[in-house]
């Protein structure tokens, strides 16, 4: 059982959801329509409560608009991207930046903080929750924010919105630099991602737990949520063994970890509804665009066949 303070929440399945498809993407400013949009909810609704969105951007404005219009019953927890205010030579990818785009990134970090409190108040029966950022305190991240200025981005959230305010970041920041963060926050938002830290999936679950209860353990009157955990499908082998990714695997994790955040009342939103292509480099397995669901095609994969066996959508 969770030994932590539960957020004051109905219970509900909770999913990652982005909504871009082929040739779409948030760096080409092409972004999903409406009517694409009201398919993927049409889709989830009825499965999933809880929908997790990372920008404030067109397609947050859409996705906000289709839910009020169409009536849909989802919650969301929705984040600002804040972009890189430093550069983090640790990044195996590349996060330095010149003085002019850190400068321009720390501007429109702002105006993402300025737009998800204005969201926040516009929407509040459907925003249930909102993040003050996404993986930009870990020493890996390519958008590195200095942990003094995510400070102050929540501090000006929570004056300007009512609702419960965090930060999304892997777990292993939480157990010890982020301490100061967990004073100003309502709730700790953790990453969990077995495959990625070289676990086979029998390890999986049990490091699932570990992960959680790591922080859970350290912080007993502060609720902890999960706000990514899920399993790839395909991989090009770097970061990522191939034989450690299959619909078969997925499958595996995903009734897992449902199962277990259900007994333990962890709320746990599975990483990601469908795949993206855009995301990470040029190959086709490319494990960052294959962790979907469903296929960018909006078919379901193996660990939804029998929930959408009389769907359409098949």
């Given at each position: 059982?969770?030994?932590?303070?539960?957020?004051?929440?109905?219970?509900g399945k909770a999913i990652c959801y982005s909504g871009f498809r082929e040739g779409q993407s948030p760096e080409s400013g092409i972004y999903p329509t409406y009517e694409q949009i009201k398919e993927d909810l049409l889709i989830l609704n009825n499965h999933w409560k809880y929908l997790r969105l990372y920008d404030c951007d067109k397609q947050t404005d859409i996705v906000l608009e289709v839910?009020?219009?169409?009536k849909l019953d989802f919650k969301?927890?929705?984040?600002?991207?804040?972009?890189?205010?430093?550069?983090?030579?640790?990044?195996?990818?590349?996060?330095?930046?010149?003085?002019?785009?850190l400068n321009k990134n720390k501007e429109r970090n702002l105006n993402q903080i300025q737009k998800l409190i204005q969201l926040a108040n516009q929407y509040p029966e459907i925003i249930f929750s909102l993040s003050a950022g996404n993986e930009a305190l870990v020493h890996w991240t390519d958008h590195y924010v200095p942990l003094e200025n995510v400070i102050r981005y929540v501090r000006m959230i929570k004056k300007g919105a009512k609702q419960p305010v965090t930060f999304c970041e892997n777990y292993v920041p939480w157990l010890d630099k982020l301490k100061d963060l967990v004073e100003e926050i309502d709730f700790i938002s953790i990453h969990t991602y077995p495959v990625w830290e070289y676990k086979n999936i029998h390890e999986a679950m049990e490091y699932t737990k570990q992960n959680y209860y790591s922080v859970a353990d350290k912080y007993p009157n502060?609720?902890?949520?999960?706000?990514?955990?899920?399993?790839?499908?395909?991989?090009?082998?770097?970061?990522?063994?191939?034989g450690n990714v299959s619909q078969d695997l997925q499958e595996i994790y995903y009734n897992?970890?449902?199962?277990?955040?259900?007994?333990?009342?962890?709320?746990?939103?599975?990483?990601?509804?469908?795949?993206?292509?855009?995301?990470?480099?040029?190959?086709?397995?490319?494990?960052?665009?294959?962790?979907?669901?469903?296929?960018?095609d909006r078919k379901p994969k193996k660990v939804m066949a029998k929930l959408f066996a009389d769907s359409r959508i098949v």
């Amino acid at each position: 059982m969770n030994r932590n303070k539960p957020l004051t929440i109905a219970p509900g399945k909770a999913i990652c959801y982005s909504g871009f498809r082929e040739g779409q993407s948030p760096e080409s400013g092409i972004y999903p329509t409406y009517e694409q949009i009201k398919e993927d909810l049409l889709i989830l609704n009825n499965h999933w409560k809880y929908l997790r969105l990372y920008d404030c951007d067109k397609q947050t404005d859409i996705v906000l608009e289709v839910i009020q219009k169409e009536k849909l019953d989802f919650k969301v927890m929705l984040g600002a991207y804040i972009g890189a205010e430093m550069n983090n030579f640790g990044c195996p990818w590349g996060g330095t930046y010149s003085e002019e785009e850190l400068n321009k990134n720390k501007e429109r970090n702002l105006n993402q903080i300025q737009k998800l409190i204005q969201l926040a108040n516009q929407y509040p029966e459907i925003i249930f929750s909102l993040s003050a950022g996404n993986e930009a305190l870990v020493h890996w991240t390519d958008h590195y924010v200095p942990l003094e200025n995510v400070i102050r981005y929540v501090r000006m959230i929570k004056k300007g919105a009512k609702q419960p305010v965090t930060f999304c970041e892997n777990y292993v920041p939480w157990l010890d630099k982020l301490k100061d963060l967990v004073e100003e926050i309502d709730f700790i938002s953790i990453h969990t991602y077995p495959v990625w830290e070289y676990k086979n999936i029998h390890e999986a679950m049990e490091y699932t737990k570990q992960n959680y209860y790591s922080v859970a353990d350290k912080y007993p009157n502060k609720p902890v949520v999960i706000t990514e955990a899920g399993w790839a499908t395909n991989s090009n082998g770097r970061g990522i063994s191939i034989g450690n990714v299959s619909q078969d695997l997925q499958e595996i994790y995903y009734n897992d970890l449902v199962n277990w955040s259900e007994e333990d009342d962890v709320l746990t939103f599975v990483f990601e509804a469908f795949d993206e292509p855009w995301k990470g480099s040029q190959e086709p397995l490319e494990p960052e665009k294959h962790w979907g669901l469903f296929t960018v095609d909006r078919k379901p994969k193996k660990v939804m066949a029998k929930l959408f066996a009389d769907s359409r959508i098949v």
